[in-house]
């Protein structure tokens, strides 16, 4: 779903299949920077505290970045080409002017050795706070999380991750999505990357969206923290409400309501 304010251009032609893993720093044609000017960032960054060091070089625009005892890959550096753009599923955090278009692209992924585990929060944590210590000193025109396609403007992405990587929440509406339904309800997009569910909130229609929505983000992140639902679960809401989780028959999606609303338990339905 494009988000208002948005130059279509980013959603046409360019644009291809979402990496697996990382994240995009996108920036305007001609800013994107070197390799000598991300080491110097990285080594005087006082956003997110996060200790890189520089591995390897390349001639093709990449860049090794060590942190936390693992390897990450910064590819696209001028003055090589950048990388493809990804898509715009979702876009957070755009309330002025937008982007415009003619974007170019450096991405930020998990080193080849420990690709496989390229869903694993500590890791993810990591390269979280490699991409806050660029996001603001650079000319960034937005951060996009690669697996669910969500677009940030880059303060918005750096408040999130600070906040996440200090010990807040999980940051639900960033490194995924929840966006209602034709049927009224709220669905997650991007929770499946880290625990193979999605959530969907099942509430009264006269009951706001936002309110939905924080319920969603309330399991979300219980389930960054402590994984893959497999049994009905009660959590405690924001204001004290009891939340019911339960996963469908197949485990795909994670069916959330207040305590009392009398819904069908999810097995009698699937």
């Not at 080193?111 to 706070?129: D, E, F, K, Q, Y």
């Not at 200090?166 to 499946?192: H, K, N, Q, T, Y």
């Amino acid at each position: 779903m494009q988000a208002a304010g948005l130059s279509t251009d980013l959603v046409r032609g360019r644009h291809v299949s979402a990496p697996a893993a990382g994240l995009s720093l996108l920036f305007a044609a001609g800013k994107r920077p070197g390799a000598d000017e991300v080491e110097r960032l990285l080594a005087a960054d006082g956003v997110s505290r996060q200790r890189v060091a520089i591995g390897c070089r390349s001639d093709d625009g990449r860049l090794e970045l060590l942190a936390g005892g693992l390897a990450f890959e910064l590819a696209g550096l001028a003055p090589g080409p950048g990388e493809a753009l990804p898509p715009l599923a979702h876009a957070f955090g755009f309330a002025r002017a937008g982007i415009a278009g003619g974007c170019e692209a450096i991405t930020l992924l998990p080193g080849a050795h420990i690709a496989g585990g390229r869903a694993m929060v500590p890791l993810v944590r990591t390269m979280i706070g490699i991409a806050a210590g660029l996001a603001l000193p650079l000319p960034v025109s937005a951060v996009c999380w690669n697996p669910a396609g969500c677009w940030m403007e880059p303060d918005y992405f750096s408040r999130i991750a600070v906040n996440w990587l200090a010990g807040g929440g999980f940051p639900a509406l960033g490194l995924a999505a929840v966006e209602p339904d034709e049927a009224g309800r709220v669905v997650s997009s991007g929770l499946a990357f880290f625990a193979g569910q999605e959530v969907v909130v099942e509430m009264p229609a006269e009951v706001p969206t936002a309110e939905k929505v924080k319920l969603a983000v309330r399991v979300i992140d219980y389930v960054v923290r402590h994984g893959p639902l497999d049994r009905l679960c009660e959590l405690q809401g924001a204001a004290g409400e009891t939340i019911l989780a339960e996963p469908t028959h197949d485990r795909r999606l994670i069916r959330v309501w207040r305590a009392g609303q009398g819904l069908a338990r999810a097995g009698q339905l699937m």
